[in-house]
């Protein structure tokens, strides 16, 4: 009898291990075909050729694809100029990264008509249309970050007007003195486009931009990072203000 129950005790415990065992790995295959918890950092592809980016890609377990392209006259042809997600930015691997490259020949696009638009969706149009956010202009209005007119070098522009890709669009944008506050991000480690990016989603303008001794040519400034900045992250400021960054190429200089 004694014997009988040592038999039955053995296969409950086994008939337990074995269902752990299907358990865990059922749960291990499951994260391997969903991916799940397999996240990179997505890597700088600014100032690359297409297939640079391509390689670069590849070891960084990501993938690249050319979506859009903008015409900048100092940057060489063929090469990143913006990306999607941003630098760093969390993904998945084998995500896609929207690649937006400099055309050899400038093209011309229709410029949207953005009055009545928050600055984040007249941003996000821009952007659409291979249009590049400039400084926001701050205006008293009843309606806080709604636009009210757009311009590019100085000349007023209005909805249908043919622009060139790639061209600085300034917006005249309302505030409401009762909502007139922001607080200044952290740029360091950041390159020029997405410090510019970060102030515009704070809705604070670029302001002096200085460059160290290394930063020879507009390839350099564009590869290199902010690693000093005129308003400490965090402070508070009003809206359309102005911070300055320093860029350099030698990473060294980053704060810890």
Not at 225 to 237: H, L, S
């Amino acid at each position: 009898m004694a014997s009988d129950n040592k038999w039955i005790w053995k296969n409950l415990i086994g008939a337990a291990v074995f269902v752990c065992v299907l358990l865990i790995g059922s749960a291990i295959g499951l994260k391997i075909v969903t991916r799940h918890g397999k996240t990179v950092q997505a890597p700088d592809f600014t100032n690359m050729t297409v297939k640079e980016a391509e390689a670069a890609a590849s070891q960084g377990h990501v993938s690249v694809k050319v979506v859009d392209s903008v015409f900048v006259k100092r940057l060489s042809a063929g090469v990143v100029y913006r990306q999607s997600p941003k630098p760093g930015a969390t993904v998945k691997k084998g995500r896609s990264i929207f690649l937006t490259i400099n055309s050899i020949v400038p093209r011309k696009v229709v410029m949207p008509n953005l009055y009545g638009y928050s600055v984040t969706q007249a941003g996000a149009e821009l952007k659409n249309r291979g249009l590049v956010l400039g400084k926001l202009n701050y205006v008293k209005d009843i309606a806080t970050n709604n636009v009210l007119g757009q311009s590019s070098e100085g000349r007023n522009l209005t909805a249908g007007d043919l622009v060139v890709s790639g061209s600085v669009i300034d917006l005249k944008v309302g505030v409401n003195s009762s909502d007139n506050s922001t607080t200044v991000p952290r740029l360091s480690g950041m390159n020029y486009v997405s410090a510019v990016d970060a102030l515009h989603d704070r809705f604070l303008n670029l302001g002096k931009v200085t460059y160290d001794s290394g930063i020879r040519t507009y390839a350099d400034s564009m590869a290199a990072v902010v690693y000093k900045q005129t308003d400490p992250a965090g402070a508070g400021r009003s809206l359309g203000s102005s911070v300055g960054i320093s860029l350099t190429l030698d990473k060294s200089k980053l704060p810890e």
